[in-house]
């Protein structure tokens, strides 16, 4: 029987021809639920990204044997019911890391700089004189930069920051990164002393139930008042409404978000009214290269997968233990 591949996202036409060197591909708009889950029921795997699968969807997809996910995060999921089920679920990680280092530390340079604000400013035509102090931004240089989470993409951003910016890194995770520590100095602490002393807090946790929600009210004022949280992880590993309110009340200088609460963010999020933020839509890992490695990636998990021949790149590695 020829397998059948579920495609949720469009895929560059090469790694789509790849696929089907091994597989029947049905793509499908995610947003036709109907048609999605009913593809699903005779599907032997899938690929797509940003669109959350629930128990439900798959309740009669039995020939389901692989979700490959063309992301590194995979929140979009339930890990333990497609485990119940017996599905492997693939994801990217390492391609699309320096991508997204970078996007971090475009938000980092933008917000401290106010490249964006300043930059419409001048489109507005209010350059009418050499600027003054109302346009000073901060230092990024020899500052104290905190990441929450240093894995692949936050080693990333603190060799950019330890090795091009001089900066102090001080990080918190569950276990010890000892290259961080070696290569790049940084310093592992409780996440009270790393909000205390950070001018930049940079998140870069994935979003699980220990994460959600992990910066509220109450750590946003251990923040320094002059310091910048920057969000390129998930929306909801920070209270937003706690988020709003402290930059409109100057608990903290700005933010540089990459990642909301609900995305789309909503044209009236009170965020967009703030010139201290700095909104992107969700662009982390969005360059040409890194989207199409990733696609290639994914693809390639998927078909190994099915084969039986994957060895990395695998979320629930206990199903391949059965
Ligand atoms: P990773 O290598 O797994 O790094 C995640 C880090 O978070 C690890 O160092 C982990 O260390 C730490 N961590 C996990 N749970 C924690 C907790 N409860 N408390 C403190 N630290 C915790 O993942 P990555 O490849 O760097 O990706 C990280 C996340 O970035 C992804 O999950 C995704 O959500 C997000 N992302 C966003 C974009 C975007 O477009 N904005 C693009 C790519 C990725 P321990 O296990 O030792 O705690």
């Known amino acids: 029987m020829t397998r059948k591949i579920v495609a949720y996202k469009a895929l560059p036409s090469d790694v789509e021809a790849y696929l089907r060197e091994h597989a029947e591909i049905v793509n499908v708009d995610a947003k036709d639920h109907d048609a999605f889950v009913a593809a699903l029921n005779d599907a032997d795997g899938a690929i797509g990204a940003s669109v959350k699968i ?3 969807m798959i309740e009669n997809a039995t020939r389901l044997k692989v979700f490959s996910t063309i992301s590194v995060g995979f929140d979009q999921f339930d890990v333990a019911d497609l485990t119940r089920r017996g599905i492997v679920l693939t994801h990217t990680p390492d391609v699309l890391t320096e991508s997204t280092a970078d996007t971090v530390f475009a938000l980092i340079l933008a917000s401290a700089r106010r490249v964006v604000e300043l930059a419409e400013w001048v489109k507005e035509g209010n350059w009418k004189a050499s600027i003054g102090e109302a ?8 500052k104290t930069l905190g990441i929450v989470g240093l894995g692949r993409i936050g080693g990333a951003v603190a060799r950019r920051a330890a090795l091009g910016f001089r900066m102090n890194v001080l990080y918190t995770n569950r276990n010890a990164n000892e290259q961080a520590e070696r290569d790049f100095g940084a310093r592992r602490v409780e996440l009270d002393e790393l909000l205390e002393r950070s001018d930049f807090v940079c998140l870069q946790v994935p979003l699980t139930p220990e994460t959600r929600g992990m910066i509220g009210a109450n750590e946003l004022k251990k923040m320094k008042r002059s310091a910048i949280l920057i969000n390129a992880s998930r929306g909801p590993t920070v209270d937003e409404a706690a988020l709003i309110d ?3 009340n100057d ?4 933010a540089g ?3 909301f609460e609900h995305e789309p963010l909503a044209a009236d999020s009170p965020l967009l009214k703030l010139k201290n933020v700095v909104a992107l839509p969700h662009i982390g890992s969005a ?3 890194t989207r ?3 696609a290639r990636n994914a693809a390639e998990n998927l078909i190994a997968a099915l084969d039986g021949t994957l060895t990395n790149n695998i979320v629930n590695r206990e199903v391949l233990a059965r």
């Open 54 to 56: 629930t128990p439900d």
């Open 135 to 142: 346009c000073f931004g901060v230092d990024v240089q020899g």
């Open 246 to 248: 402290a930059l409109q």
């Open 251 to 254: 608990t903290i200088r700005a």
């Open 257 to 259: 978000l990459d990642v």
């Open 287 to 289: 360059t040409h290269e």
């Open 292 to 294: 199409h490695a990733m």
